[in-house]
């Protein structure tokens, strides 16, 4: 079990069907999760817990907030098995991942993106790395992320 630097847009493309399609259990850190709408089939029938920037954090005609809101509501009507959405500020999101877990195989993808940054450098993990991985996806659900739309606290 390894973890691999993804070098095309073609391979990360590639990888990330894979993921979604074998899982059970998806758990997303993305800025807005809009991506998971480009093919809604592959969230079918999964668990899907989904941390989010918060679009309180945002003006409130900004392209961010509407987007977040969107893609909440567009989730809602996917049928999948349950569906959890946290929040984090937005900029304390920057570490993006995509860890899947099925009967027999846990793998992701992780990556850092600051400020909206178009320059990725996404990793493919499994073993140890996604073990770490899913370790911090959990410290993240449980201490630092928050359920309702923030406070001015959050935002600051």
Known sequence: QYSKQIITLKELLEKTEKILSDAQELLIVAETGEWLLQNESLLKNKTLRLIISDPQ???????????????????KEVEL????????????????????????????IFFV???????????????????????F???LWKNRSYSM?????HCT
């Open 57 to 75: 954090c945002d003006y409130e005609k900004s392209f961010h907030r509407t987007k977040v809101r969107e893609v909440e509501n567009k989730l």
């Open 81 to 108: 098995k349950h569906l959890e959405i946290k929040y984090l500020p937005f900029f304390e999101n920057s570490r993006h991942m995509t860890l899947s877990k099925s009967k027999d195989k846990e793998e992701g």
């Open 113 to 135: 993106r600051e400020a909206k940054s178009l320059f990725i450098n996404p990793i493919y993990v499994q073993g140890k790395d996604y073990k770490k991985l899913y370790s």
């Open 137 to 139: 996806f959990q410290m």
């Open 149 to 153: 739309s923030c406070t001015t606290r």
